[in-house]
C-alpha cells in the first residue's frame, strides 16, 4: 500500500497506527478489546538512512507480549540494510485479518493462534517461517471443583464434559478457535460409532451452554463452579487476576489440541523484499532462549512444549505437555460448523403429524408407529433452546371438520405464557402426548400439506428459519373434492419464494409410506424428503431431519 514500506512516514493515518504509548493502559486496551495497535517509538538513531516499518498482525492472545518483545528487539538496533526496523503490533482475530492478505492493507507477518481451526488461506500469499508459542486446549474449573471431578492426575474426559449433569461451558464455535476445536475435541472422543440423533442431542446440549468469548467462559467461572475451554495461557493469566476464583487446567485423557502461533510472511500489494525479510528476522528473535523466557512468563510453551521452569507450581497447570491430537480433517470441521450454525439460527417450526389409522400398526410386534412417533416428537423438544417458535398439527380424515387436520398448538415461543397458564411446550408435551388417541382413519396428505405451508407463508418472519415438518406413513387418500398431486406441486411452486423460504421437509415411515410423492412435495419447496423404512429408526430421522431444516439445499 502507500507508504506501507515508505522510508519516511505519510501524513494520512495508517490502518495499523504507529505512534500510540507503550503504557500499561494500552497493553490493557488490547487485551480488553481484542484489537489494539502498538507502535515501538523511533529512537531517533542518526545512523540510520531511514526508517523500515514492519507490520505484524498477531491473535489477540499474543499481541501484548509481542509487544514486550517488540520493544526488545527494538531496543537492540536492527538493520535491513541502512534502514532502522520498527516493529509496528496490531491484535486481530484470523477473521479480520485474512481478507486484507494481497492488498495494500496487508501487514508483512501474520501470527495466528492457529491454522487448523481459522478461516482458509491462500497459500500463494502466504509463507511459513516457524511457530513462535504454544498453547494446548485446556478444561478449566475452579480449584475445589476440579479436585472433585479429576482428581490428582489432573485428567478428565472430553466425552464426560457432554455427559455429566451439564455440558461444559465453551466459547461460540462460530467466532473463536477455542470453541471449535472443543466442539471437534468432543466429536472426535465420542467416536464414529455415535448415532445422528445422540451428536444431535450434545451438539444441542454444549449449543445451549456456549457463550460469545472465551472472557465470557473463563467469567462463568465465577458465577458458578462450571467447567470451561480454554488454552492454558488464558488460565495461567486469569490466575493472575486475585479478585476471581482460582483455576486448575485438566487435561482430556483423549489428548487436546494445541494452539502453535505459526508465523507467515505475508504478500501484500507492493511486496517489499526488505521488509520480508526484516519480519523473518524478527521471527528468529523470537527463537531465541530470552524471548521464549518473555513468552513462559506470560503464559505460553515453546513451539516444542516446554514450559516456564516454574510451570505447576502457582499457576495452575502442569509442566508436562499433554497428548496433542491431530489437526482435524477439513471435511470434520466443516460438517460440524454447519451443524453448529444450524442449532444457532432461530427457528419457526410446525411439525405436521399423520395420525391416520395406519399409525396403531405395531413395529416388530412392539410398540406402535404413532407411540414410536410420539416419543420422537417428545425428545425432539429437549433440543430446542427456550425462544424457539414451534407448533403442532395432527392429520387424518376430517380431524376438524371439513380439515383433514387439526391444530393443537399454534405456533410461537415454547417459552411463551398461554391462557391457561401453562408454557407452550408444556401444551407441546401434552398434545404431542395424546397423539396415539387420535390414530384414526385415512390420510388426507395433500390437502394438509397445502394447508400448513399457507399457514407458515402467511405468518413468516424474517430473520428466522420458517419450515414445516411433515410425518406420514402411507399415501394420500383424500376424497375427490381433496386437490391431487399436481395441483399441490403446481400451487407450491408458484408460491414458493426464494427470498422468503418455507420449506416442507417430509419424512415418509414403512416401506408403505408414498416417497416419490414426498420427494417432489419438498423438492418443490426447496428441501428433500427422509425415509425411516424400519419405523424404529424414526426417532434418529426426525430429529435429524429437523436440524437439517436450518440450512437446505446446502447440505
Known sequence: MPGRHASHRPAAPSPWPRRLGLSVMAVALIGAAGLGVVSILDRGDSECGATLPVTVVADPTLAPVLTELARTYTDSEPRQGDRCVEIDVAASTAAAAVPTFGGEEAPDL?????????????????????????????????????????????????????????????????????????????????GDQIEADQLVEVMTQVSQASVPTVDDALAATAEAPAAITATEQSVVAYNRDPSGPRLTALYPAEGTFGFDYPAFAVTGADDDSDARAAAAAFVTHLETEEAQDTLHRAGFRSPDGTAAADAGIVDGIRAALPELLPAPAPELIAELSRQWAALSLDMRMLAVIDVSGSMNEQVNGGATRIELTRDAALEALTLFPPDASVGLWAFSIEQDPPNDYIELVEVGPMNERLLNGSTRQEALVIASESLPSRAEGGTGLYDTAWAAFQSMRSGYQAGMVNSVVLLTDGRNEDDPDGIDLETLLTQLTAQFDPAEPVPIITIGMGPEADMEALQQISAATGTTAYHAEDPSDIKAVFIQAMIERQCRPNC
Open 110 to 190: 501474520w501470527i495466528p493462534k492457529t491454522r487448523a481451526f481459522g478461516p482458509a488461506v491462500d497459500d500463494g500469499l502466504i509463507e511459513p517461517l516457524a511457530n513462535v508459542a504454544l498453547s494446548p486446549l485446556v478444561v478449566a474449573m475452579p480449584q475445589d471443583a476440579a479436585a472433585a471431578v479429576a482428581g490428582a492426575d489432573a485428567q478428565i474426559s472430553w466425552a464426560a464434559l457432554v455427559q455429566g449433569d451439564g455440558p461444559a461451558v465453551i466459547a461460540d464455535p462460530a467466532a473463536t478457535d477455542e470453541g471449535l476445536a472443543s466442539l471437534v475435541a468432543v466429536r472426535t472422543a465420542l
